[in-house]
């Protein structure tokens, strides 16, 4: 019963060049979130995406960032052109989608991106 | 705008002894409540939540917490800590009705757990 994997685990980029993190979502489930965490920060809302959709990108840097969930395969954050601010960790959760209530959100381990 | 208030970025206990971590929102109504614990180098778990009803909730690893209205907080205790509960746990409000289920977080309380 895999939860949200999430790869790669670390990744080092030099600046200038681009990052990819992906995000599988738990099974069942069609809704995702990327949240960012700064250094002895807490976690900040990116984006919430559904199947090849964006819902929500009210948190995403206005350059540099984008952010897709195709119909198959996983949700790719994509950074371009790092800069040593984009050094975070960057989590992943997924959810059902609305039934009755808040969907509860489950987070996968992140992927701790460097630049250097 | 909707935020988080974690008072305590740092709290000490031995091991045994009662628990309690400071949480309060601001926010135009009752959102969703939360809380997440993060060992290190892990992503969260969630603890408990609160959406309607009993304003004490229950959750894993012995947890509760209260949800008091008057005062905007959502407390999270346990009457005997364990040292493997030393890790950040983090606060978390969702808007209710919203189009989305975005999560606002405080920005943590990094406990530590004396033998």
């Known amino acids: 019963n895999a939860g949200v994997m999430q790869n790669p685990r670390h990744l080092v980029r030099r600046r200038g060049q681009e990052a990819r993190l992906r995000c599988s979502p738990m099974?069942?489930?069609?809704?995702v979130y990327w949240y960012r965490q700064l250094p002895e920060e807490g976690l900040k809302f990116m984006v919430y995406?559904?199947?090849?959709?964006?819902?929500?990108e009210s948190g995403m840097p206005k350059e540099r960032f984008s952010a897709e969930f195709p119909k198959e395969g996983p949700s790719i954050l994509r950074i371009q052109q790092v800069v040593r601010g984009d050094s975070a960790a960057y989590f992943c959760?997924?959810?059902?989608?609305f039934g009755a209530g808040v969907d509860e959100q489950y987070f996968g381990p992140g992927t701790r991106l460097t630049v250097t | 705008a909707q935020s988080v208030t974690q008072p305590d970025i740092h709290i000490t206990v031995s091991e045994g002894a009662s628990l309690e971590l400071r949480c309060n929102y601001s926010y135009g109504a009752t959102p969703y409540l939360f809380w997440y614990v993060q060992s290190p180098g892990q992503g969260l778990q969630l603890l408990l939540k609160y959406f309607s009803g009993d304003t004490l909730v229950q959750g894993i690893k012995g947890f509760e917490a209260e949800f008091k209205r008057s005062q905007s907080s959502f407390n999270l205790r346990k009457p005997s800590v364990h040292w493997s509960d030393a890790a950040e746990y983090f606060c978390a409000v969702a808007r209710r009705g919203g189009a989305t289920n975005k999560l606002i977080f405080g920005t943590g309380t990094l406990l530590a757990v004396q033998p």
């Open positions: 959760a997924s959810s059902q989608g």
């Open positions: 995406l559904q199947k090849e959709n964006i819902i929500d």
């Open positions: 099974k069942g489930h069609s809704h």
